[in-house]
Each structure stands twice: as C-alpha cells, then as structure tokens.
C-alpha cells in the first residue's frame, strides 16, 4: 500500500498549491513533472504553456475556466486547459482557491484511459478526492479560504 | 504576497520573459471579460460557439487564457456577445 502526504509549494492572496508527495519520496509529483519535461527541446512549447497556466492561477486563482474535467463527474480531477495537443498535467481543483497539483505526460492518445501511465496519475488523484473529503467529513482537516489547514501533519493510506 | 517553496517553480516561472507574462496577463482579463458577459447574459459555452460559427473547444481555449486573440477574432466575438470587450483609449 502506498502512503502519501499533501505538500504546500505555492502560496499568494488567491489561492494555495499543494502537491503530493509518495511513499516519504523527497520530489512531490508536480516537481516530477516539471524535473522531466523542463528540458525537453521537443515540448518545451507545450510545457511553458503549463509554467504560464500556472503563473496565472497564482495570480488570479484556480478558476474554473482554467481547466478542464477529466474524471468523473462526481469528483474534482481536472486537467489544466492550455494550448497544448501533447501535455497533460492533473490537478485536484477544491476550489477557486485550493489546487492539488499531480503529475502528468504526453498525451499520444484520444482519451488518457489509453494510456497507463495518464490513467494512472488520473486514479492517484481520484482516490485522492475521495480521501481529501473523508478528512474534511472527519474534521481532520479544513480548507480556509487558501489554505488546508492540518494537511500537512496527515499521512494517507492510498 | 506570493510565496513559492519549489525551488524548481521559482526558478521556471522567474524564467518567463516580461514581454510573455504581460501577454498573457492580458489575454486571460480579455477571457474574464467574455467570461462575465457570458454569465450576466446567461450565454452558454454551446451558445457562443453557435453565434460565432465556431466549435465548443474553441470557445474553452479561449476562456482559458493565453489566447493570443486576433483583432479579428475580437470582433467576432463582441458581435456575437453584443458588447465591447475592450476599448482603445486616446
């Protein structure tokens, strides 16, 4: 079974990002993300495409516009929506000011389902979903505004 | 106040030339503004796509932000919301 715990990478008057990070692993998922592709020559397009997505939400917070809905339609798995037909990243949106940032890849299918590593990181943040309200049901934690408060001191069980 | 505790997403965003950033700040307020006339119009993503011959993506991509729209593009859309979305000033 795999352990996981919610870190904070980002913070500014309009929203907080977290990450996650496996298994006491050092690199949270999005800073796997970024470790692969930020010297990529072949989709360096695509990725700055992400990095600006991201600046915006910083600044102006994790509107809906901004993404897409990839899981299903009972939970919050999105997929940040920019102009790019290869990248994917995945993201837990909570709200316009909480996001969950995941992992992501190359997109050389019509539907991640095909694929088994964009289906992968698409049911981490599924189960993460259903962890992340079960938390908030127990009172373990709560979100204010831009912050999850008590998440940081939490370890689940995925 | 901005924080960020990545390192690597310091470093990539610090990267982003001003030119880049203040494009892009620009378009997604451009996307804002059709967004709320959208909403106070009550004109759906499938509406909008219909008065501007255009498909559904289309209009997701715009709303998105970093849309480089073109001036024609602008004015295609103003038509078919019925309201300006920006204005030259003097």
């Known amino acids: ?158 | 106040m901005i924080e960020i505790y990545d390192d690597i997403l310091r470093e990539e965003l610090a990267k982003i030339p001003p030119l880049t950033r203040q494009t892009y700040f620009l378009t997604d307020s451009i996307a804002a503004r059709i967004e709320a006339i959208m909403k106070t119009k009550g004109i759906s993503k499938k509406q909008l796509a219909e008065l501007t011959h255009k498909r559904p993506s289309e209009i997701s991509k715009w709303l998105a932000g970093g849309h480089n729209f073109t001036c024609k593009t602008l004015v295609l859309i103003s038509n078919a919301l019925g309201e300006d979305l920006i204005q030259v000033t003097h």
Do not use: P, W
């Open chain 1, 1 to 158: 079974m795999k352990t996981a715990r919610i870190v904070s990478i980002a913070k500014s008057d309009q929203v907080g990002l977290y990450s996650i990070c496996f298994n006491g692993d050092k690199e949270t998922e999005f800073r796997k993300f970024m470790q692969k592709f930020k010297d990529n020559a072949a989709l360096n397009k695509d990725y700055q495409a992400i990095i600006h997505a991201i600046d915006r939400i910083i600044a102006n917070g994790a509107l809906e516009r901004n993404f897409r809905y990839e899981g299903k339609m009972k939970d919050n798995v999105v997929a940040l929506s920019v102009n790019s037909r290869k990248l994917r990243l995945y993201c837990l949106r909570m709200s316009d000011q909480i996001l969950i940032i995941g992992n992501g890849g190359v997109k050389d299918s019509r539907i991640y389902e095909e694929s088994e590593e964009l289906s992968g990181y698409v049911m981490d943040l599924q189960k993460f979903d259903e962890l992340l309200k079960q938390a908030q049901e127990e009172g373990l934690i709560y979100i204010e505004q831009n912050v999850i408060t008590g998440i940081e001191e939490m370890t689940f069980k995925v």
